[in-house]
């Protein structure tokens, strides 16, 4: 099976501008989270969608924002970029499906994102 | 209270030896907890997954669960180099159905 993909896997951007991430989970896999991490801040939730549905939000502005497609393929997209912004975006995809709680996440190579 | 807490490292142990990483949790109704390990500059990996109160071994990692002292703990057995990385533990809540993540430990295994 192939894994997450995330693309593209470098931006530059300048302050003000937007931008649009891609992401395309494993076959079968329903659910999509979105990930900032930064050096010392670990991973912050974005966001997760489910069957084209936000399930859940983590505590970003609503200059963050994203969505699922019927293929389970997501996007997120951020507006007016922030110098602050600059960080390593990761895309996760789970079956979310297991009787155990959770099922395991996997993630995607993540998108490297430099606010000039 | 942090709802996941690792300690940061780093953490030192030389080449052979067993490398231990601990991570403790607030919330009681936890239900699955996750190890993944990241090399710097690439993205988490998935390592181990445990569910239910005891251990679990996977070649020469062991995750081991205690639900009542509410901690979860990775150990690395015959410790290599290719080891070296941060160690990420993960916790899903189903109240909320968010995965917890702590910040991570740092291990360096020392040749």
């Known amino acids: 099976k192939a894994g997450v993909t995330q693309t593209p896997r470098y931006l530059i951007k300048t302050r003000g501008q937007q931008v649009t991430l891609s992401c395309s989970p494993i076959s079968g896999h329903r659910s999509v989270s979105w990930y900032q991490q930064t050096p010392g801040q670990g991973l912050q939730f974005l966001f997760e969608y489910f069957s084209e549905t936000q399930r859940n939000k983590g505590n970003f502005p609503g200059r963050f924002s994203g969505r699922q497609f019927s293929n389970s393929r997501s996007e997120m997209n951020v507006s007016t970029l922030e110098l602050g912004d600059s960080a390593l975006y990761l895309c996760a995809s789970s079956s979310a499906l297991g009787l155990a709680g959770y099922n395991e996440q996997f993630f995607g190579p993540g998108t490297r994102l430099t606010v000039l | 209270q942090k709802e996941v807490e690792q300690n940061s490292g780093p953490l030192s142990v030389p080449e052979g030896a067993i490398a231990s990483l601990n991570c403790t949790y607030s919330?009681?109704?936890?239900?699955?907890f996750f190890w993944y390990r990241q090399y710097s500059g690439k993205s988490p990996e998935l390592i181990m997954s445990i569910y239910s109160n005891g251990d679990k071994e996977d070649g020469r990692f062991t995750a081991q669960l205690n639900k009542a002292s509410q901690y979860v703990s990775l150990l690395i057995r015959d410790s290599q180099p290719s080891d070296s990385a941060t160690y990420l533990c993960a916790v899903y809540a189903g109240n909320n159905r968010k995965l917890i993540w702590g910040l991570g430990t740092s291990l360096a295994v020392n040749p």
């Open positions: 919330d009681r109704g936890s239900q699955s």
